[in-house]
């Protein structure tokens, strides 16, 4: 059973920092990816480290956010500095992966972060 389990998130300061942390188990996934939505929002892609180990990241957030990922541990980790009150949402882990031809995907359960100005 595939499982991702955020944390990390948090209140802090604009100009702060936080770091997620997304802990999977179940599986080896080929992507990985954070998301984000705030209230009245769709949900977004922050960053996503794709298949083939590219990293991609959210104009909003080039320059503060870094992604990183322990592959064989299936865990992903957000660093995000100069933190500003429009990054507050909910941030959700995703990941993807092969299985009997088709891709299937997963989410954690989210963690809050508020960026208070």
């Known amino acids: 059973q595939v499982q991702l389990v955020e944390s990390g998130g948090g209140l802090v300061q604009a100009g702060g920092s936080l770091k997620l942390s997304c802990i999977a188990s179940?599986?080896?996934?080929?992507?990985m990816a954070w998301y984000r939505q705030a209230p009245g929002n769709q949900r977004e892609v922050v960053a996503e480290?794709?298949?083939?180990?590219?990293?991609n990241y959210a104009d909003s957030v080039k320059g503060r956010f870094t992604l990183s990922r322990e592959k064989a541990k299936s865990s992903l980790y957000l660093q995000m500095n100069s933190l500003k009150p429009e990054d507050s949402a909910v941030y959700y882990c995703?990941?993807?992966?092969?299985?009997?031809?088709?891709?299937?995907?997963?989410w954690g359960q989210g963690t809050r972060v508020t960026v208070s100005s």
């Open positions: 179940g599986r080896i996934f080929s992507a």
């Open positions: 480290m794709t298949a083939g180990d590219r990293i």
């Open positions: 995703h990941a993807t992966w092969a299985a009997s031809g088709r891709i299937d995907e997963s």
